[in-house]
């Protein structure tokens, strides 16, 4: 009996969740359907099968080569994210297991530093790029990506290392383990999860990062973000052609997305799921 | 198992600790710093970018000129409404989704996948694709369905220009709310429901004592990262309404952003910039004291 | 390990990829069709001169404006050619930012270039930027519904005929708006529009003495002549439509009239993408009898900062872009009709093009008419038709043009809007030390 009325009700909320989730990816979609589309097409209207033209994505290739701008986004965002966790896992670490009266002050200030409107410190940001030469390099941008970012990751993995008994580290130190040991042996194979995670989403956040890396660089440096803005809004027709560049700069990242998303799952939460 | 007692070995640990935690806090101090005590710096001074020969001492004068702009206490007003108004939607929108999304459902995995997406899209391209092709008054999608209904379309952006782009950072934000309280969700003992349902609690019963006390630290989770990223919030204004009509769209970032790379003002940017950091703070502050708590168990 | 093996990689071999050149030099431009053919065509410069590299950073037109002058400013050097426009030359000479184009070697005929455009990039006498392509604005029309309207349009309409012309063509059941009109806020948006408008009403931004002039009776006639003619006969959304919203407005043929930039009328009789292109027509922007008509001027041009190292190179290539014979390459590889128009009198002159691009005269005579040495009815003390070519005015422009759109958007009244927009001048100019 309890089966039976199971199965309908199982038929019933899956209608509803698979409603709401094309409406949620609809705009998604619209794009890829754009995509495919004419110009005049694109703006004719309403319209879910376009002709399956692949003209846009030709223009697209040959007006601008794909290939570098996609390889500068995978080795900024990946570049950034190893670096920002070299960084932060031993200071989240200290934080979650020796933590001081003022662990979640310094916590809530690496916080706030991201809170600095971009716009008012370009200015500050582009005379020092200069002086340094880091201006149009990968170096700088990753560096720059990692920095903005590190208060997050710090913060994520803080609140996951929390979650890790504070007696498993007893009974190692009762075995005579070295701190090292403590961290390299006992601790990183439980941290992992929330490592990878965390990474995962470090990677979204400076795929999409759209201010500084247009802004710091031109050529050699530039990644997608710029590829999109050689696609948006010029004079003339030009919705199927962004949306055939937007397909082609969320792509990698979706797909790896979809891909990861349990991984991405566990470490969003937080530790709020054991 | 106090974690702050006195042995040898803590006293080690605290050392080592301190060590580990330098090269994070140094970069951050040096990043936080340097720029910082730059922007303070050129806050002080008239500097417009286009007319550097003309670089003089300006005392407090452009904060006072910030502070009386037009638009500064509407912007104000509008950063706080954006905030509240995204969080509202992606904190009541992800529970309800997330409820959704718990049911037994067939393609789980793949509704699951779909529900994600919007928040891979980078910003100005979900701005674009919004304005142009669903919220457009003569070819967008709303105004097709419209249409069909044989209503009138809605002019989005210079009917309620705050509350469009409150729907499209809305869109790219829900799926974090949705996924992070999903899997707190998930994690709630199915014991425990089972148990609330033997004892005849009825949905809305099991919902409010058992299921949203459950969320809470999630739900804080959602509120502070969002919070840090809705108070930036400038791509998705720029490309939609610039600001306008009026000042009806402008929120403080935008106004710095209208400051510094329309006015080429750095000055009055800079004093901007640190009004902003300044307020955020506060609002972190009364953040972190009203919902803080939860995060400590 | 496989991650960081496969990153090592990707860094060596993109590392090997730049690795190695002649001399390379940088060129920012934006997105537009012209730029995006001449960045097609960098086979035939390297023909010419093997020796040097191009390198095209390609970006929308505002990401490209805050890019350059941020680099500029701060003597970034990332750029040895640099696509500005009008509004900046004047202000960049200024300021020795720029190096003058007055030696662009022997066969460049700087006499060619029509004398409107070239006067807007000369300072003290030199020119400072060559023009790569330039426009004015003028009134793109329906031929055919103008004559189901009954009515005839002059080659030089006057602002009462373009009112009853919109009412008249109206006919919202159908979907057709009488006139489609910028209405999205920004300086170089509704309030390039609004600005050439309020020249031919009489108004000035300023008078002699920077004193903001939106209290006086030209402007409350400028802007509500525009916000009713936009009510009565303006599309839904107007005010958030700039030039690409209405292009596929009037494409898509829902425009009975839309006055903007020449170089639209290339798309809109483009029978690829226009539904409409066979029914359209062109006169001059509109009038009020005071001397001065709608129209603006805008020229995209070429310019080398000072501090390249590369300046030979660099005047090598903006010689190449903007000389007469890159219109014959592109005329010989793209056809008459894809030249970019408005920088040179020969071009107009010339009977293929006439053939291929039926709007040439038009766009010739509006560019001829726009002065942006002497804009305005009453003296100003600025130069520039839809803009101020003042650092500020961006700026301003921005502000003025958001209370603009929200009268428009009917969110405020006319007058509010004018009376804001009044002491929002005066506070910015009394700052930048303009007003003493």
Redesign the interface.
């Known amino acids: 009996m309890a089966r039976a009325i ?1 199965t309908r ?3 019933g ?2 209608f ?3 409603a ?3 409406i ?5 979609l ?2 890829v359907i ?1 995509s495919l589309k004419t ?2 097409e694109a ?4 319209n879910l099968i376009p002709s399956f033209t692949l003209e846009n994505y030709v223009e697209v290739q ?3 080569d794909y290939f ?1 701008p996609f ?2 986004s ?2 900024i965002a ?2 950034s994210t ?1 670096l920002g966790i070299i ?2 896992v ?2 989240a ?3 979650a ?3 001081t009266h003022r662990t979640k002050d ?1 916590l ?1 200030w ?19 790029f ?1 002086d340094f030469g880091l ?2 390099s990968r170096i700088g941008l990753t560096l720059m990506l990692m ?1 903005i970012n ?3 990751v ?1 913060w994520m993995l803080y ?1 996951y290392f929390r979650e890790i008994p ?2 498993i580290l ?1 009974a190692a ?1 009762m075995d005579g383990a070295s ?1 090292w040991g403590e961290i390299w042996y006992v601790l990183t194979p439980m941290a992992v999860p929330g490592i990878a995670s965390t990474m995962l989403l470090n990677i ?1 956040l400076a ?2 990062e ?2 500084w890396t ?2 710091l660089t ?3 440096a ?1 990644p997608l ?2 590829f ?12 199927a052609k ?2 055939a560049a ?1 397909t082609l ?2 792509a990698p ?2 797909i790896m ?2 891909f990861s ?1 349990r991984q ?3 470490g ?3 530790g ?3 | 198992m106090p974690r702050e007692d006195t042995t040898m070995a803590t006293r080690q640990t605290r050392t080592l600790a301190r060590f580990m935690m330098a090269p994070s806090v140094i970069l951050l101090l040096f990043w936080m710093i340097v720029p910082l005590a730059m922007t303070v710096w050129f806050s002080f001074l008239n500097y417009n970018l286009l007319n550097p020969g003309n670089v003089s001492f300006a005392g407090l004068f452009n904060y006072r000129f910030f502070l009386t702009d037009p638009a500064f206490v509407q912007s104000i007003w509008n950063t706080l409404l954006l905030v509240l108004g995204v969080l509202l939607i992606t904190v009541v929108g992800g529970i309800l989704l997330a409820l959704l999304l718990d049911q037994p459902i067939f393609g789980q995995g793949i509704v699951r996948i779909l529900v994600i997406s919007p928040f891979f899209v980078m910003p100005p391209v979900a701005a674009l694709v919004w304005k142009n092709m669903i919220m457009h008054p003569g070819y967008g999608v709303f105004a097709d369905i419209a249409k069909f209904f044989g209503a009138q379309p809605i002019d989005w952006f210079a009917q309620y220009p705050l509350l469009s782009i409150i729907i499209i950072v809305a869109w790219q934000w829900l799926p974090f709310a949705t996924l992070i309280l999903l899997t707190a969700l998930q994690s709630l003992d199915s014991e425990q429901k089972e148990a609330a349902e033997m004892d005849g609690a009825n949905f809305v019963n099991r919902f409010i004592y058992l299921t949203l006390p459950h969320l809470a630290r999630a739900i804080t989770v959602v509120i502070l990262i969002q919070t840090i990223f809705l108070l930036s919030v400038y791509a998705e204004i720029l490309v939609t309404t610039n600001g306008g009509p009026g000042y009806a769209s402008t929120n403080l970032p935008f106004l710095i952003y209208r400051t510094a790379l329309l006015g080429y003002d750095v000055g009055g940017a800079s004093a901007g910039g640190v009004i902003a950091i300044i307020l955020a703070n506060i609002v972190a502050f009364f953040l972190m004291r009203a919902v803080g708590k939860n995060l400590d168990r | 390990m496989k991650l960081k093996t496969l990153v090592l990689s990707l860094c060596s071999a993109s590392v090997l990829a730049f690795a190695a050149h002649a001399e390379t030099i940088t060129i920012a431009t934006v997105n537009n069709g012209d730029m995006i053919r001449m960045q097609k065509l960098t086979d035939d410069f390297k023909a010419k001169n093997p020796d040097i590299d191009l390198n095209w950073v390609t970006l929308e037109e505002n990401v490209l404006r805050e890019r350059v002058t941020t680099d500029i400013a701060t003597k970034g050097g990332q750029y040895d050619v640099m696509t500005i426009g009008t509004y900046e030359v004047p202000i960049w000479a200024k300021q020795g930012w720029l190096l003058p184009l007055d030696d662009l070697g022997a066969d460049y005929d700087a006499a060619d270039i029509i004398p409107a455009i070239a006067g807007g990039l000369t300072a003290d006498g030199k020119l400072f930027a060559a023009p790569f392509y330039g426009e004015s604005s003028f009134v793109m029309y329906r031929k055919d519904l103008m004559e189901k309207a009954g009515l005839t349009m002059p080659d030089a309409p006057t602002w009462e005929f373009i009112g009853e012309a919109a009412r008249k063509m109206t006919d919202r059941a159908n979907d057709i708006n009488g006139v489609c009109l910028r209405g999205k806020a920004g300086w170089g948006e509704n309030m390039a529009f609004l600005t050439a408008m309020s020249n031919s009403f009489g108004a000035r931004w300023f008078d002699e003495k920077w004193q903001p002039q939106f209290d006086q009776p030209e402007w409350k006639n400028t802007l509500d002549f525009y916000v009713k003619l936009m009510n009565d006969a303006g599309p839904a959304g107007a005010s958030s439509n700039g030039f690409n919203e209405n292009l596929a407005l009037f494409q898509q043929g829902k425009c009975g009239m839309w006055i903007d930039a020449t170089v639209a009328a290339s798309f809109v009789s483009n029978p690829k993408d226009s539904t409409v292109a066979d029914k359209v027509g062109y006169a001059l922007a509109p009038d009020n009898g005071l001397g001065k008509r709608g129209n603006w001027l805008w020229a995209w041009s070429l310019a080398i900062p000072a501090g390249t190292q590369k300046a030979d190179a660099a005047k090598k290539f903006v010689s190449w872009a903007t000389d007469k014979a890159y219109l014959d390459l592109v005329a010989s590889k793209e056809g008459w009709a894809n030249v970019p128009p408005g920088t040179r009198t020969s071009l107009y002159n010339n009977a293929e093009y006439q053939k291929a691009a039926p709007f040439a005269k038009m766009t010739l005579d509006s560019i001829n008419s726009a002065d942006p040495n002497k804009p305005t009815v009453k003296p100003v003390p600025y130069v520039g038709v839809q803009f101020v070519a003042i650092p500020e005015f961006q700026g301003l422009g921005t502000t003025v043009g958001q209370l603009f759109s929200a009268a428009l958007a009917g969110q405020s009244s006319v007058d509010d809007a004018l009376a804001q927009a009044q002491s929002v001048s005066v506070r910015e100019m009394t700052r930048a030390g303009y007003i003493k």
């Not at chain 1, 949620?24 to 998604?28: D, G």
Request: hydrophobic share 55%; no cysteine; net charge positive.
């Open positions: 199971s009700s199982k038929i909320w899956t509803a969740a698979w709401v989730a094309l949620i990816f609809f705009p998604i619209y794009t754009t110009e005049p703006i004719a209207g309403f040959t007006q601008r570098r390889m500068n995978v080795i990946v570049g190893l960084i932060a031993p200071a670490w200290s934080m297991f020796s933590p310094i809530m690496m916080l706030s530093t991201k809170m600095m409107p971009a716009a008012a410190v370009l200015v500050p940001i582009y005379l020092l200069r201006l149009d920095l590190l208060p997050i710090v609140t504070g007696e007893e130190r701190l979204i795929w999409n759209a201010f247009i802004r031109t050529t050699n530039a973000t710029a999109i803005a050689s696609f948006s809004s010029p004079q003339g027709l030009f919705w962004l949306s937007s700069a969320i990242i979706l997305g979809w998303q991405l799952v566990r969003l939460t937080f709020a799921v054991k």
